[in-house]
């Protein structure tokens, strides 16, 4: 989003998201990929033989696809953390700002609420990468929210509205919620109406 919206850190293991078995296996998948490509180094400066060399950069290629996807697991935990008003990289500004919305007496929640393709489906196949079956994943819509870390007032929506502007060309749809201090909820709430106002729009 922007530095309008604050983050508190988080470990990335406290973050509850089907991601997380993703993540585990590209490491898995990395370590053995690391075994293996420094096994074939080993071997091709010892016997400079072609297939070896043919050998060691389908080693270097399964090592970076394992990084990426290491990479891409972490970006969809860290998406869930937004969702829950934190993140899992350490930063000075994610540890003062949720200090001072704690202090901030608001009158209203304000919600930021958004709907994109980043979310990962199981399609109930499997796929065969390096000698090992891994579930295979579809892009699918996902629901995100994140709270508006100020005071509760007027001028805090209007201020939400127009930062929201300024990034709705990048979701599905976008949308400011306002909702009572009593709501137990408001991230839940905020994802299942944007849902709801993008089947609407469809």
Avoid at 31 to 37: E, F, I, V
Avoid at 42 to 60: G, N, P, W
Wanted: proline share 3%.
């Amino acid at each position: 989003m922007s530095e309008s919206i604050e983050y508190v850190y988080a470990k990335i293991s406290e973050i509850d998201t089907p991601a997380q078995g993703v993540l585990n296996q590209a490491k898995e998948y990395k370590a053995r990929a690391w075994k293996r490509l420094q096994s074939i180094r080993a071997r091709v400066k010892a016997s400079h033989l072609h297939a070896d060399r043919l050998a060691l950069i389908k080693a270097e290629s399964a090592h970076k696809e394992a990084l990426q996807m290491e990479r891409d697991a972490k970006r969809q935990i860290e998406r869930r953390a937004n969702e829950l008003g934190k993140t899992i990289y350490k930063s000075s500004s994610s540890n003062r700002g949720p200090l001072n919305y704690r202090k901030a007496k608001a009158t209203i929640q304000i919600v930021l609420a958004w709907a994109d393709m980043t979310g990962m489906e199981a399609t109930g196949r499997q796929i065969l990468k390096d000698m090992n079956y891994f579930p295979e994943f579809k892009p699918c819509v996902k629901a995100h929210s994140a709270m508006w870390l100020r005071r509760g007032t007027e001028k805090d929506i209007e201020k939400a509205e127009k930062h929201l502007d300024t990034i709705k060309g990048d979701y599905l749809t976008a949308r400011v919620f306002v909702y009572p201090r009593e709501e137990k909820q408001p991230l839940e709430r905020a994802r299942i109406e944007i849902m709801n106002y993008l089947k609407e729009e469809a």
